[in-house]
């Protein structure tokens, strides 16, 4: 739900869609594979098809011996764990909530003058956003039996709760977060973020493989209950949120969230144009899956698979491309001196480019050696992976150009280029997904 689930979806869903030889391409199984569903909401017991909204960061690989019992387990679990149909609605959510105030944190930091003006700034930032995570939370819980009709989740109330809660954690964490990348503190950011995907897979895993073979043996104390399904996933998530939360705490060293009105006020003029273009960027990354869903004439969701297992290959230049960012939006919005910032920014931009179309380039020259790593059915679309990874490249340097708005607090050119940008994509997907498909997809996401 953050970027800490993107190592999660990597590695657990890598592991799960090892080719298979009796899953078809309309995602469907043989006769011999169905099994009843665990949960009778109907809503949460088909498996998402490939290339899902869910499905942004998995891959398809071939499996060594050494992860035939991984995969034993974990197929397992498959046919218990069921998809969640509101969790891709968390992005917007977690935009919403942080409000753009982690670039608006990093300017107002980086302009302080003394520790003491920064430590404000954070405690301000901060403060803002667990309130509105709190408020969000708060309507959640007094709205819940309204949602859980609304999204027919009426036998399941709790999952609209601990949805909300592991959102609004989420939130509360993003700005310490922040101020972890501000000071420079990778280890840390990078331990707690590996504990919360490490508290999370395990926590997967016991719930849909040890605690069912417990209950089996009646010795699971009464913790299993077969009907909450999908809601062993959402505690794993809240759990991992939680540790994260409680990890981070010391490293606050003493702050606390407390607002200053004047304060917030100049941070707020500062970041909500970015909270608005982040809205557009989160539903550019989206809408092509959903173009591709509802505009094909015949044949989407095989499509749609076959769009999904492909852009799945580029996720390395995605990976490289946050990396970059987390790295990189704290350092250009420290006070530099105009002359600097430009001369650093150009470097930057300049090796950020060699690295990625080194990646571009051992990626699509290559492209039929990593077409290996999905299903055959899936392979027919190789031809399109340059394209989409042309278009992660271009994502990483408009990232790098739009330093110099955010340093200059021209923020509100954030919302001309984003929604310029998704009206582009709207109309390249209207025009020619009808008739081309997923190969159309791919030159509007370019």
Request: charged share 15%; aromatic share 12%; proline share 5%.
């Amino acid at each position: 739900m953050q970027d800490t689930r993107l190592a999660l979806l990597v590695l657990a869903d890598l592991l799960q869609e090892l080719p298979d030889s009796n899953r078809r391409l309309d995602g469907k199984t043989q006769p011999h594979e169905q099994r009843p569903d665990p949960v009778p909401n109907r809503r949460c017991q088909h498996p998402e098809p490939h290339g899902g909204i869910g499905d942004k960061h998995r891959s398809h690989g071939h499996g060594l011996a050494v992860v035939h019992p991984i995969r034993a387990l974990l197929d397992g679990m498959r046919q218990r764990v069921p998809q969640i149909e509101f969790a891709p609605f968390a992005p917007f959510a977690l935009v919403v909530l942080t409000m753009g105030l982690e670039t608006g944190y990093f300017r107002f930091a980086g302009q302080a003058a003394t520790e003491r003006e920064r430590k404000e700034v954070f405690e301000t930032t901060w403060g803002a956003v667990s309130l509105f995570a709190l408020l969000f939370f708060a309507a959640a819980l007094l709205f819940t039996p309204a949602l859980a009709r609304i999204m027919d989740y009426a036998e399941h109330p709790s999952y609209i709760r601990l949805t909300a809660a592991i959102i609004a954690l989420d939130a509360a964490t993003a700005i310490p977060f922040a101020r972890l990348r501000q000071q420079g503190r990778a280890k840390r950011f990078v331990a707690l973020r590996l504990l919360s995907v490490a508290v999370n897979l395990a926590l997967t895993v016991f719930f849909y493989s040890a605690l069912p073979a417990l209950a089996s043996r009646g010795a699971d104390a009464g913790m299993y209950d077969p009907a909450f399904g999908a809601g062993y996933v959402l505690v794993a998530n809240l759990l991992g949120s939680a540790v994260v939360w409680v990890g981070l705490y010391p490293s606050c060293h003493g702050a606390r969230p407390r607002i200053r009105p004047k304060l917030l006020r100049a941070v707020m003029l500062y970041s909500l144009p970015l909270l608005i273009s982040g809205i557009a960027g989160t539903a550019n990354e989206f809408i092509d899956r959903q173009m591709i869903k509802y505009l094909v004439p015949a044949g989407a969701m095989a499509q749609l698979g076959v769009y999904g297992a492909i852009t799945k290959i580029a996720v390395v230049m995605m990976l490289f491309t946050q990396m970059y960012r987390l790295a990189a939006e704290p350092f250009f919005l420290a006070d530099y001196r105009k002359s600097d910032f430009v001369a650093m920014n150009a470097a930057a931009m300049k090796y950020y480019v060699m690295a990625s179309m080194f990646i571009f380039l051992g990626i699509a020259l290559f492209k039929d050696l990593f077409s290996l790593i999905v299903g055959a059915d899936f392979r027919e679309g190789i031809f399109i992976l340059p394209v989409v990874l042309g278009a992660n490249v271009l994502s990483g340097v408009w990232l790098n150009l739009s330093f110099w708005y955010k340093r200059e607090e021209r923020t509100q050119l954030a919302v001309w280029v984003t929604f310029t940008g998704l009206f582009f994509t709207v109309v390249m997907n209207v025009a020619l997904v009808p008739a081309l498909g997923y190969v159309g997809a791919a030159w509007a996401r370019l």
